[in-house]
């Protein structure tokens, strides 16, 4: 694959436009006025699978929005990689925050990214990503060094929950079997040190209703008398932490992975400014788990954090209220081995058991997802390795995210093979954010990474 670099500087321009034409299209899933939309990006997507070379592809039917999936098979002797990614987007809201229109992009330079970076919703999570993985097929189809069998599954509903990928992976195991799954909508440290996501968290997330009185009350006749169910509940909410920032459910830990000091040592290997990450946040200091660094404490750190909260009165002026009801909804990051549904349930049983009598407590889980580890002895990883170590001309550092990507528990159980993150976008990329980007030399750097990936692995597999 020596000729690859000059592959794809030759069609550097047209690799651009293809991208630009893509996000173009409005494909917001969580907004059904552009459902029509979502459904002409999945028409996109087939168009371009079939143009790079895949055999056959198909628009599959789910009971949500449809899944895309293209294949091409040499060789059923050979090994075989399943692609997944989303053709799916992030709402642009607020959109008054942008400097250019969502879904018109335009390319500007910025500090990180001189070669200049793509502006527009999706840029990185997850088209620009994704249509990397369409070009290098392309790329090795062209040339004739595809050396396995790849498979594509293109979903639309990842900024949803992912809510019909259950229903169509349980239902196409046979059509789905592979002996690796390569997904990039993830990141890398930066443009010089490439890294391979090895984690991701689990996730369980709740929502809390604390009631007291039967209704609003007037708080000069009945303060002090009754409880407040906001007074309560915040008292409830502090008590989930101890003076250590150690979480206090009871069971909370019992399956927390304790990573060796060798690992947290390869981990802090990792380049890192914590300077420049409080200047960043615009934070004085740092906060969280005794004991932990704080690169330790957003990945390999299972957590607890109050994503709102509400109650009573909180217009214009003053409104002497007991309020009725209190409400919170809290999200708890998990390590892999903790199972998002028993996190759940220890949950919800001490978040009754502390609550006193005079209020009534309801917890109502949400949703949730398992968390996930790839062993760096895997040969998918070493295969990624080897091709960052390629393109980058230095090795990648392994990573675990604080992230949460529950699919990847998903096709273990389902698919029962390994997955590997092979992210190229920045944390500065403002993915989910106004003006979200992604650098046209992550974008080519990434077509010119991949076919190694298949190369190595292959070579691996053998």
């Given at each position: 694959?020596?000729?690859?670099?000059?592959?794809?500087?030759?069609?550097?321009?047209r690799f651009i436009?293809?991208?630009?034409?893509?996000?173009?299209?409005?494909?917001?899933?969580?907004?059904?006025?552009?459902?029509?939309?979502?459904?002409?990006?999945?028409?996109?997507?087939?168009?371009?699978?079939?143009?790079?070379?895949?055999?056959?592809?198909?628009?599959?039917?789910?009971?949500?929005?449809?899944?895309?999936?293209?294949?091409?098979?040499?060789?059923?002797?050979?090994?075989?990689?399943?692609?997944?990614?989303?053709?799916?987007?992030?709402?642009?809201?607020?959109?008054?925050?942008?400097?250019?229109?969502?879904?018109?992009?335009?390319?500007?330079?910025?500090?990180?990214?001189?070669?200049?970076?793509?502006?527009?919703?999706?840029?990185?999570?997850?088209?620009?990503?994704?249509?990397?993985?369409?070009?290098?097929l392309e790329y090795?189809?062209?040339?004739?060094?595809?050396?396995?069998?790849?498979?594509?599954?293109?979903?639309?509903?990842?900024?949803?929950?992912?809510?019909?990928?259950?229903?169509?992976?349980?239902?196409?195991?046979?059509?789905?079997?592979?002996?690796?799954?390569?997904?990039?909508?993830?990141?890398?440290?930066?443009?010089?040190?490439?890294?391979?996501?090895?984690?991701?968290?689990?996730?369980?997330?709740?929502?809390?209703?604390?009631?007291?009185?039967?209704?609003?009350?007037?708080?000069?006749?009945?303060?002090?008398?009754?409880?407040?169910?906001?007074?309560?509940?915040?008292?409830?909410?502090?008590?989930?932490?101890?003076?250590?920032?150690?979480?206090?459910?009871?069971?909370?830990?019992?399956?927390?992975?304790?990573?060796?000091?060798?690992?947290?040592?390869?981990?802090?290997?990792?380049?890192?400014?914590?300077?420049?990450?409080?200047?960043?946040?615009?934070?004085?200091?740092?906060?969280?788990?005794?004991?932990?660094?704080?690169?330790?404490?957003?990945?390999?750190?299972?957590?607890?954090?109050?994503?709102?909260?509400?109650?009573?009165?909180?217009?214009?002026?003053?409104?002497?209220?007991?309020?009725?009801?209190?409400?919170?909804?809290?999200?708890?990051?998990?390590?892999?081995?903790?199972?998002?549904?028993?996190?759940?349930?220890?949950?919800?049983?001490?978040?009754?058991?502390?609550?006193?009598?005079?209020?009534?407590?309801?917890?109502?889980?949400?949703?949730?997802?398992?968390?996930?580890?790839?062993?760096?002895?895997?040969?998918?990883?070493?295969?990624?390795?080897?091709?960052?170590?390629?393109?980058f001309g230095i090795?990648?550092?392994?990573?675990?995210?604080?992230?949460?990507?529950?699919?990847?528990?998903?096709?273990?159980?389902?698919?029962?093979?390994?997955?590997?993150?092979?992210?190229?976008?920045?944390?500065?990329?403002?993915?989910?954010?106004?003006?979200?980007?992604?650098?046209?030399?992550?974008?080519?750097?990434?077509?010119?990474?991949?076919?190694?990936?298949?190369?190595?692995?292959?070579?691996?597999?053998?």
């Amino acid at each position: 694959m020596e000729n690859i670099k000059a592959y794809v500087t030759q069609h550097k321009d047209r690799f651009i436009n293809e991208l630009i034409e893509l996000l173009k299209i409005p494909s917001i899933s969580a907004d059904s006025a552009y459902s029509q939309d979502v459904l002409n990006t999945a028409d996109a997507v087939k168009k371009a699978l079939l143009t790079a070379g895949c055999d056959t592809v198909e628009i599959c039917e789910t009971p949500g929005y449809p899944i895309v999936y293209g294949e091409k098979i040499i060789d059923n002797n050979l090994p075989t990689v399943l692609v997944y990614g989303h053709y799916d987007v992030q709402p642009a809201d607020p959109i008054e925050l942008w400097d250019s229109p969502p879904f018109e992009p335009i390319i500007k330079k910025t500090d990180l990214h001189p070669d200049g970076a793509i502006f527009a919703r999706g840029a990185c999570d997850d088209k620009g990503q994704l249509y990397m993985h369409v070009k290098a097929l392309e790329y090795m189809v062209e040339n004739n060094n595809l050396p396995c069998n790849v498979k594509f599954m293109i979903e639309g509903e990842e900024e949803i929950g992912s809510t019909s990928l259950a229903w169509f992976v349980e239902r196409n195991q046979e059509k789905l079997a592979n002996d690796v799954i390569l997904i990039s909508d993830t990141g890398m440290i930066s443009n010089t040190q490439p890294s391979i996501t090895t984690g991701l968290r689990g996730l369980s997330y709740v929502e809390v209703e604390v009631t007291g009185p039967n209704r609003d009350l007037h708080s000069g006749l009945y303060g002090g008398a009754v409880a407040n169910p906001i007074n309560i509940l915040t008292k409830m909410i502090a008590s989930l932490h101890n003076e250590n920032n150690h979480i206090t459910i009871p069971g909370f830990y019992d399956k927390v992975e304790e990573l060796s000091t060798e690992e947290r040592a390869e981990m802090a290997k990792a380049p890192f400014s914590l300077d420049d990450y409080k200047k960043a946040l615009d934070i004085n200091e740092v906060y969280g788990e005794k004991g932990y660094t704080t690169n330790e404490r957003n990945s390999i750190r299972p957590t607890l954090d109050v994503n709102g909260i509400w109650g009573g009165y909180i217009g214009e002026g003053a409104k002497t209220v007991i309020a009725s009801k209190a409400h919170a909804k809290i999200s708890m990051r998990l390590v892999p081995n903790q199972d998002w549904e028993e996190i759940t349930e220890l949950f919800t049983k001490h978040f009754i058991n502390i609550a006193p009598k005079a209020v009534k407590v309801k917890v109502i889980p949400h949703h949730g997802g398992q968390g996930y580890v790839t062993p760096i002895d895997n040969i998918g990883y070493k295969a990624a390795n080897k091709a960052y170590t390629e393109t980058f001309g230095i090795p990648a550092i392994p990573q675990r995210s604080g992230g949460s990507i529950p699919i990847v528990a998903l096709f273990e159980k389902e698919l029962k093979s390994k997955t590997i993150l092979m992210g190229f976008g920045l944390d500065s990329d403002a993915i989910h954010s106004p003006n979200e980007h992604f650098g046209i030399f992550n974008y080519l750097k990434g077509i010119e990474t991949i076919p190694l990936f298949f190369k190595y692995f292959s070579e691996m597999k053998k």
